[in-house]
């Protein structure tokens, strides 16, 4: 079972490490994997995707706790919530599909972000189906090459607030 | 007030009430050597190798309680340091390593004597910290021996750079802890204790499993109070033992791998196993599968990670096992169970399985068995030296045949299996515990890891006996070659073993042997009479003597193999890890 994991974390050094090599030295696997400073700027918040089975997420979540630097660690599969991953895809369609990627873009709601005279690249942000089914329609065009930032998730408010009480 | 980074951490150290730290020099450390060479308050003990200072550490800890503390140098110096760390790590020990490092400027420079040290140690410390500010060093020590010392214990290193020992700033003593990220569970959640006493109270057949979590929570009283209170039997893991008195009548003794019959079957057959400052390790369930079979669980651990890592648990209690033994004996003495009529019966069957397979040994004549020199060593210490052990044989039979009555008493590398962990292990015990008798119980092999801290002992005149189970092999190693790899004795045999008697005396100890059984008392008394130096006893021992019960590898806890056996035409054995 796939499962995203938001970890607050100090913003000091080394604690990237810590997080890393908890997950490498006891065997669980990182899917995704984004950083960003938050309105503390002492503070992080990191977003892990990662899998397994019950009793391994609850080993995840326990062991990110444990760490010293952890600050918070929320398992996003009991919170409903917003997920949101972008990718900037570059590709190269023959002269008469050009047209054709651009509309593609436009339907995903995507942009294009550089344009050279044989390439495209396209900026998309939505959740994981959304990427994946574009990136699969551009196979037929030539993707040159692509990069995804990993996912990020947010609580949604409602729920956030149905927690707390 | 300014002072030095260097006279700031020794003032930290001072009120974090430290007397002692054992190290090592070196030159980017050579800043705090010099503030302690005229400091009165803290003496160093110089060992002769970084690991003998984190093992000699340790055995203080474990010995006393207290934080133990460590101080080395860069580069080698640290990196030797890691296997005692690891050692402490997995035993829940609480020390403080400090060590030296190039001075920031030349950090990730590859200098001369630089190591990459709070990363090579990330995974085997509790916490580590490069300080990289004069200004941040008494908040770091101070947080360090926190860490250390609270929760589920553990190492904390502390890198020290050259130049933050070597500048600046001004010195404030922070009046309290405040870490965030750091909130250890001490009271245990009420309606979880309350589900656990229920449980206690219905059971027919509880086994209480005890682990070091009960000596470090300093919960012996209230385990004795539980166990006497519902009846209920006690088994230890290696590193409960002491934990509950060893010659109580219902304690069963060690349990797993090479435990007793009688603990492992009462495992097997219970109804509900109490596990109590415990993490199920692996040589204690066996076959994860098989173990335990009918049985509830109620898990009892202040680290949550041990709780559903290995077994599944029904009722799991997060908190310090002093504290939530507390609340369960309330608990259970509101419940009013008729408990000595209910469970007689269950203790009588644990009785028949303790007759039908009783712990022993052939005695010989002719030859020394080691599991004898245990046995004299329990009798003439009265049961109540600091007994440190190597990893090996030696450790189980010392666990099988030296009856821990009282926690703090058996010092033993049990998590990570460290070889080399006793000798320098019971050099920390005697500085911490001058008054007491120190023993290691150690290997022909185990003992030639660390023996360089003879000299540590000799300079401080410490009376530590060791008694060397002298066998020329590594005997553990050579127990499974045996019955598991079709007697092929690949590289455990040593060829060459030192005179172990001309060695104690080049450092100037005491040295002893005894070859024949006849005289294993006499070598014991004259060695434990020792008072001003160490003592090396070293006997010669039957070296086809292996440790049984024995619980083969991946097999369940109750599918043992008993020295009765050998003689029968061998039973197929498999070898599995």
């Known amino acids: 079972m796939r499962h995203t994991i938001s970890v607050l974390v100090e913003n000091r050094f080394g604690v990237l490490a810590r997080v890393a090599g908890l997950f490498s030295g006891r065997g669980f696997n990182i899917e995704s994997l984004s950083v960003g400073e938050t309105l503390d700027p002492q503070i992080s918040l990191m977003t892990i995707v990662t899998s397994g089975d019950d009793q391994i997420i609850e080993q995840i979540t326990k062991q990110l706790n444990k760490l010293i630097d952890v600050i918070k660690v929320v398992d996003f599969m009991e919170i409903e919530h ?78 956030k607030r149905k927690e707390g009480g | 007030m300014k002072k030095s980074g260097a006279e700031i951490l020794v003032e930290c150290l001072k009120r974090e009430g430290v007397r002692h730290i054992f190290g090592y020099p070196g030159g980017v450390v050579l800043n705090i050597f010099d503030i302690l060479y005229d400091d009165k308050d803290i003496r160093l003990i110089l060992t002769r190798h970084e690991q003998g200072a984190v093992h000699a550490a340790d055995g203080y800890a474990r010995a006393s309680g207290k934080v133990g503390v460590v101080l ?131 059971a027919k057949r509880p086994v209480i499993m005890a ?47 090479h435990g007793t019959y009688w603990a492992n079957m009462a495992v097997q057959h219970a109804d509900l196993i109490v596990g109590i400052g415990v993490r199920f390790d692996d040589r204690v369930t066996g076959r994860i599968a098989s173990f335990a079979p009918n049985a509830r669980i109620i898990h009892i651990d202040i680290d949550p990670t041990s709780i559903r890592k290995n077994v599944r648990v029904d009722v799991p209690v997060v908190g310090d096992v002093k504290l939530v033994l507390r609340d369960l004996l309330q608990f259970l003495k509101e419940i009013k169970g008729q408990w000595t009529a209910v469970r007689a019966s269950w203790l009588k069957e644990i009785g028949k399985w303790k007759k039908e397979r009783p712990l022993g040994y052939r005695f010989d004549k002719e030859i020394i068995k080691p599991e004898f020199v245990v046995e004299k060593i329990y009798e003439l210490t009265k049961g109540d030296a600091i007994i440190t052990t190597e990893v090996g044989q030696n450790q189980m039979w010392t666990a099988q045949y030296y009856k821990f009555d009282k926690p703090r008493r058996l010092l033993t590398s049990g998590g990570l299996g460290t070889m080399g962990y006793g000798f320098p292990a019971a050099i920390g015990a005697q500085i911490a515990c001058p008054d007491k008798m120190v023993i290691d119980i150690a290997g022909d092999g185990s003992i030639q890891m660390n023996i360089q801290e003879l000299a540590t002992a000799v300079v401080n005149k410490l009376p530590i006996k060791v008694a060397i189970l002298n066998n020329q092999y590594l005997g553990m190693v ?53 008072k001003d130096r160490p003592v090396f006893m070293d006997f010669i021992v039957d070296w086809k003597e292996k440790v049984y019960p024995m619980v083969p590898a991946g097999g369940a806890i109750d599918e043992m193999l008993f020295e009765e056996e050998e003689k029968k035409p061998k039973r197929r054995l498999r070898a599995v890890k």
């Open chain 2, 72 to 202: 080395v140098t860069s580069g080698p110096g640290a990196t030797n340091t890691v296997t005692g760390i690891a050692t402490a790590s997995m035993d829940s020990v609480p020390i403080v390593v400090l060590s030296g490092q190039v001075p920031t400027m030349l950090i990730g420079n590859d200098a001369f004597q630089e190591a990459d040290i709070v990363g090579i140690t990330r995974p085997c410390t509790k916490h580590n910290y490069l300080v990289k500010d004069t200004a941040d060093l008494a908040r770091v020590v101070r947080e360090a021996f926190y860490i250390a010392s609270t929760g589920r214990p553990g190492p904390v290193l502390i890198d020290l750079p050259k130049d933050v020992t070597g500048g600046t700033a001004d010195f404030t003593w922070p009046k309290q802890v405040k870490i965030r990220g750091y909130n250890p569970t001490y009271h245990g959640n009420r309606w979880m204790i309350k589900q656990a006493a229920n449980e206690i109270a219905r």
């Open chain 1, 82 to 159: 917003v997920e949101r991953e972008m990718i900037l895809l570059k590709v190269a369609p023959k002269k008469e599909d050009r047209a054709e990627v651009l509309r593609l873009t436009e339907i995903f709601r995507g942009r294009v972000v550089d344009s050279g005279p044989t390439t495209y690249t396209v900026e998309i942000t939505g959740d994981e189906k959304k990427i994946n089914a574009f990136v699969e329609l551009m196979k037929a065009y030539g993707i040159k090459e692509f990069v995804r930032t990993g996912k990020v998730a947010i609580a949604r408010e409602g729920l």
């Open chain 2, 211 to 257: 682990g070091g979590g009960v000596i470090i929570s300093g919960a012996s009283k209230e385990l004795r109070e539980l166990a006497e209170y519902t009846e209920t039997p006690v088994a230890m893991t290696l590193m409960g033992l002491g934990g509950f008195p060893g010659t109580h009548r219902l304690s069963l003794g060690m349990l797993g791998m």
């Open chain 2, 478 to 530: 050579r127990q499974w070659q045996e019955l598991f790899y079709r007697e092929r004795y690949s590289y455990s045999h040593l060829d060459v073993v030192p005179d172990f008697v001309k060695v104690a005396e080049a450092y100037g100890a005491v040295g002893l042997r005894a070859t024949r059984p006849e005289e294993v008392e006499p070598v014991l008394r004259e060695g434990l009479r020792v």
